[in-house]
């Protein structure tokens, strides 16, 4: 017997639901690539970008994924026998800097735990040390979707210039753009990447890469460039080079009616949205951790991140049984572990294209699924969310 016949919610960190109005924008016929409504909407996305980055730099498009954004950006700054420090938070900074291994350059991971956020007294130590500037960029995640955690960028930009070091500051920002604050230049970041799937509610198949006035002059002796990533050859004269051939229209079009949903919520609003919808969430969680068999990833609650939340097992039992039953028996797709915690946890996405009912369904299924399986948890999660949203709402 199942109830999950209905409209299916998907609550994965990325890709993450993509509005109909976004498909709606999406479902129109190919159009001229060298002029006309196609160049318009590229200049103004590019404007636009610009604004979500919070940068006077310069934005880029990609038809990628948000890995071929980690790519343009290493491309573009970095050079063989360069070494970059990773800020281990999770899984993912960690895979962009073996991404950069493979183009050769040298990379040193400083060790960071899954349950924690970056510690910046750490970084500063680190660049102390280094006192010949053999390091030459510093890459972290702002919100690493493995783990659920979420780093203090402002604290990790201060670090480095506190141990007076001159690194480029490089931040992913793949889980957090457009789900909470990021300030690229009143943070002082270099070098900012992100992706089409996740706060920005489009498809997969778009990256973007931010570059301020320093990460520029550093292109300009970077000897890992190629065609395809290249700044300097995507700011050509004619349209098509901004995107080295021919431009991913239709996500361009979605993209496009996306962002102007975002700018009509306003930004502020947007990041409102999304914690408080991530307070809901957190609130049911640690009503199920009362119970034993269950608890959060990320031990202090200011290093959760509001776009995710990673919930580990504690026990003997599978993660998958209850994904299994979300899915197959309600009709909801919830995360499941990752990396080093692929049978250890699962993750309730609240990102992108998402308000209360959508994150109250999702709560209420996985609620009903540690109930129905045996699972030792503590009861009222549901009630604990809507008490949190209430409290936040109240006039």
Request: aromatic content about 6%; some cysteine.
């Amino acid at each position: 017997m199942t109830v999950r016949n209905g409209r299916e919610f998907l609550a994965i960190p990325g890709p993450t639901n993509v509005p109909d109005a976004v498909l709606a924008a999406m479902h129109r016929p190919a159009v001229d690539i060298y002029s006309g409504d196609l160049v318009d909407v590229t200049y103004s996305l590019l404007d636009d970008l610009k604004t979500i980055f919070a940068t006077e730099g310069n934005a880029y498009i990609y038809a990628s994924n948000g890995h071929g954004a980690w790519q343009a950006a290493i491309s573009n700054v970095l050079s063989r026998g360069d070494k970059v420090l990773v800020l281990e938070s999770g899984r993912f900074a960690v895979g962009w800097g073996q991404m950069a291994k493979t183009l050769g350059v040298e990379i040193e991971i400083l060790p960071g735990d899954w349950r924690r956020a970056v510690e910046p007294g750490a970084v500063e130590r680190r660049l102390k040390e280094d006192t010949t500037g053999e390091i030459k960029a510093v890459m972290v995640v702002q919100v690493d979707t493995a783990s659920s955690a979420v780093n203090d960028i402002p604290a990790i930009r201060e670090a480095m210039d506190a141990a007076g070091h001159g690194a480029l500051l490089m931040v992913d920002t793949i889980a957090s753009l457009a789900t909470m604050p990021f300030e690229m230049d009143g943070w002082g970041v270099d070098v900012a990447v992100s992706g089409s799937q996740k706060g920005l509610m489009v498809p997969p198949g778009l990256g973007f890469v931010a570059a301020n006035d320093k990460a520029r002059a550093a292109h300009q002796n970077a000897d890992l460039r190629s065609s395809y990533w290249d700044w300097t050859a995507r700011e050509g004269s004619e349209h098509y080079m901004v995107y080295c051939g021919t431009p991913p229209e239709h996500l361009l079009f979605g993209l496009r009616k996306a962002v102007d949903m975002l700018l009509e919520e306003g930004l502020p609003a947007v990041f409102r949205r999304h914690a408080l919808l991530a307070q809901a969430t957190r609130a049911a969680v640690s009503r199920w951790a009362r119970g034993g068999g269950v608890d959060f990833n990320i031990l202090a609650e200011e290093e959760r991140a509001n776009s995710v939340t990673c919930v580990r097992v504690v026990g003997d039992w599978r993660p998958q049984d209850l994904l299994d039953f979300c899915r197959e028996t309600c009709g909801v797709t919830v995360g499941q572990g990752i990396g080093g915690l692929s049978e250890e946890a699962f993750r309730i996405a609240h990102m992108g294209h998402v308000n209360a009912p959508m994150v109250y369904g999702t709560l209420g299924v996985i609620e009903t699924g540690l109930a129905a399986l045996g699972i030792p948890h503590g009861h009222g999660g549901i009630q604990a969310a809507v008490n949190s949203l209430a409290g936040a709402l109240a006039p």
